[in-house]
């Protein structure tokens, strides 16, 4: 006899995992499948720790949502009783002054931030003065936002999936999507790749990077990118410790380059780029950090944070996106088939989301509309089209 439920999600990263929850709040009976653990090491979803950022340049949309998820972030410290939000602050560091023509994604959002009522600190030729790691001579200008921070995602997951499981979500680990069952044109079940079969009223598929092999009809528009992440043991901790040093980019949209301050129990400084990545079959192909990838962080080191340029590298991971072509999230019904609604497209940009995207995929399921819900709609997006998200580094 097959478990039963009104929604059964495949997948617990932070878009099934705040789904499951959502759906769970509305009162339906909530299965939730996962391969291995939760969290699993290959999710996307699972790090030591990830940006919370209001920043996205001339972006309203996505700014009013990361400002929308701030005050969770803050309540989900309280509700699980530990800080793994750490709100201490977010330092965008620009190689052109903001009276440079052309308008950088720094001065954009800084003036952004400061029509919607926030107050950054502008850090113009006296970045040295507040965070004397970087190197002034290559950071003109910037500025520094006190609400901002990151969070322990990894950590994270294991407490939602711990609350999903209060509230009465019935949680298979161990259980890998395999096929989405139909029966007259309607997704009806899941058998899994370990022999099980699952029955349920509506399936929502948030399964990452493996979501597009689950429903092919997404491979035209949903890739595997793999980007390089590093942790470093640094020699000097007192120069990377906030609030000496905070979040930080680095001309990220035209170098990709982003970090840490000291991981408040790794100890490490974590250091990655938000650029265009390598295309990967997320199975398949091997998840590796190259010798040239390391030697391009160690020339932007070099340049703007000496004091970390011949640190020793003490882990290192090539961690996937679910990346759409045009960089937007892609949460809907699916067009054809009834009983069955996708979460998924993080691009790189989504775990800072995690507090809404829970009710934008639980109001597309019920077949409801939600403010943010018409750009994440089921799409045709062109192949040659440039990823949208402004921070995104978009050179190879
Ligand atoms: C290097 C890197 C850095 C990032 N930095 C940031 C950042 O600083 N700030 C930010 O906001 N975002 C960041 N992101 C993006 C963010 O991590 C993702 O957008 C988000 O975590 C994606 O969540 P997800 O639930 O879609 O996928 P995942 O977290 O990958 O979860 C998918 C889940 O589905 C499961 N699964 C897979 N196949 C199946 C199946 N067949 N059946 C059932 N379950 C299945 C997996 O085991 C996994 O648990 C970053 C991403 C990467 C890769």
Excluded at 119 to 133: D, E, H, K, Q, T
Excluded at 231 to 247: D, S
Excluded at 312 to 337: A, K
Aim: proline share 6%; hydrophobic share 35%.
């Amino acid at each position: 006899m097959s478990d039963h439920y009104d929604f059964l999600i495949a997948g617990a990263g932070i878009f099934g995992l705040s789904t499951a929850i959502e759906l769970r709040k509305r009162k339906y009976s909530v299965g939730l499948l996962n391969p291995d653990t939760i969290p699993h090491p290959l999710a996307a979803s699972t790090d030591i720790s990830k940006v919370v950022r209001m920043e996205y340049g001339t972006d309203d949309e996505y700014m009013d949502m990361a400002a929308y998820c701030m005050d969770s972030w803050r309540s989900w410290n309280e509700l699980f009783g530990e800080e793994l939000y750490h709100e201490v602050g977010f330092i965008l560091a620009t190689r052109s002054p903001f009276s440079d023509p052309g308008d950088s994604f720094e001065a954009a959002s800084y003036r952004k931030l400061l029509d919607k009522g926030y107050s950054p600190v502008r850090l113009n030729g006296n970045i040295g003065a507040y965070f004397p790691a970087f190197n002034p001579q290559v950071y003109p200008d910037g500025f520094y936002n006190p609400t901002a921070g990151f969070v322990e995602s990894g950590r994270i997951i294991k407490k939602l999936a711990d609350y999903a499981e209060q509230l009465g979500v019935v949680i298979h680990q161990g259980q890998t999507a395999q096929v989405l069952e139909q029966a007259g044109g309607k997704c009806t079940a899941i058998s899994t790749r370990e022999g099980v079969r699952f029955e349920a009223g509506h399936v929502v598929v948030c399964a990452g990077v493996f979501t597009p092999w689950l429903l092919p009809e997404l491979q035209p528009y949903i890739k595997a990118t793999g980007h390089p992440v590093f942790h470093l043991r640094p020699g000097k901790p007192e120069l990377f410790t906030y609030p000496r040093f905070a979040v930080f980019s680095a001309d990220i949209s035209n170098t990709g380059w982003y970090g840490f301050p000291v991981h408040p129990t790794e100890g490490v400084v974590k250091i990655a780029n938000h650029g265009v990545g390598v295309t990967l079959h997320p199975e398949n192909d091997a998840r590796v950090v190259t010798a040239e990838d390391k030697r391009k962080l160690r020339d932007f080191l070099r340049e703007s944070l000496p004091a970390l340029a011949d640190d020793p590298i003490v882990y290192t991971r090539r961690c996937l996106y679910t990346d759409t072509l045009d960089g937007h999230f892609w949460i809907d019904r699916h067009p054809g088939i009834e009983g069955l609604t996708v979460g998924t497209g993080g691009s790189g940009h989504a775990l800072k989301m995690g507090p809404v995207l829970g009710e934008l995929i639980a109001d597309a399921a019920e077949g409801r509309t939600h403010r943010w819900s018409a750009r994440y709609r089921w799409r045709h997006i062109e192949s040659g089209i440039q990823q949208e998200e402004e921070a995104r580094f978009k050179e190879n």
